[in-house]
């Protein structure tokens, strides 16, 4: 607790300290602070928060971001900034009687959202769960045998987008919140690394930032987001955002797209003609963990 007001205590101070002093001498005053870490500069410190810049401010943002990705990573990247769709609210279902457990889809969430590559990092665990049971913290996701397994079935689990969602209410500075589309997201240069929205999550769908992520340049995904897939620095809190600088495109995310058995269903569920609608119409959904009222936009089902 201590460390994380310290923390806010720091940002805030630092602010002041740059208004007081201008630029320049900032600088020279922040020196210090940059023994700790490469990613922290004068304009990273000073930037305000996403909800609070301008078109034009956003712009020399993303200008920002993009050359500082070609400095550290040597490859150049387009960084939008891409905006909910009105009359879109984003929901997703998982038909449990044909996920096989292959994890396709973490492989691709991982490469999709530039993980660094070491920490095989993604917004995805599959559980392998027994029968008969929907206790996801009785399933495991280091299983290391040919799937899939007769007297089991697997439980992919990953941000559920909720509607009421417990990690936005703890956050201290407001750098995570829900976006019209549903979408819960993260101004990654906001967040201040308490990881107090990590432990209100009770889908356990949050990642924090140990290391500074290290990906090969020619593997790096050049088509990025501010909210969503840009490289991630050091000590955030990082979360899925349904592939939103695909999503918001009209294209599906990355992690249905790699799955090979068709058991994942993405859509709007405004639309009345939707597969993902059709679902929640037609089959017995389920969703985890309903008792704590966080209302999630992922559901669950089976054939049978």
Known sequence: MNDSKDTVKRRVALKVLATTLGAGAF??????????????????????????????????????????????????????????????????????????????????????????????????????????????????????????????????????????????????????????DGIVVVDYNWCIGCRYCEAACPYHARRFNWRKPEIPAAEINPNQSYLSNRIRPQGVVEKCTFCLHKTRQGQLPACLEACPTGARVFGNILDESSSIRWVLENKRVYVLKEELGTKPRFFYFFDK
Request: aromatic share 8%; glycine share 4%; with cysteine.
């Open 27 to 180: 600088a020279t005053a922040l020196a210090p602070i940059q023994q700790f870490t490469d990613s922290t500069n004068v304009q990273e410190w000073l930037q305000k928060h996403y909800r609070e810049l301008s078109s034009r401010e956003i712009r020399e943002v993303l200008a920002r971001l993009e050359a500082e990705t070609k400095q550290k990573y040597g490859r150049e990247v387009t960084i939008q900034d891409i905006r909910p769709q009105a009359g879109v609210q984003f929901a997703y279902a998982l038909n449990l009687s044909l996920c096989i457990g292959c994890r396709r889809c973490v492989e691709a969430c991982h490469k999709e959202n530039n993980h660094d590559r070491a920490s095989h990092n993604a917004y995805i665990r599959v559980l392998e769960m027994e029968q008969g049971s929907m206790d996801m913290e009785r399933g495991r996701a280091d299983y290391d045998h040919p799937v899939r397994a007769d007297d089991k079935f697997y439980l992919p689990v990953q941000c559920q987008q909720c509607e009421n969602p417990p990690c936005t209410k703890v956050c201290p500075v407001e750098a995570t919140w829900q976006e019209p």
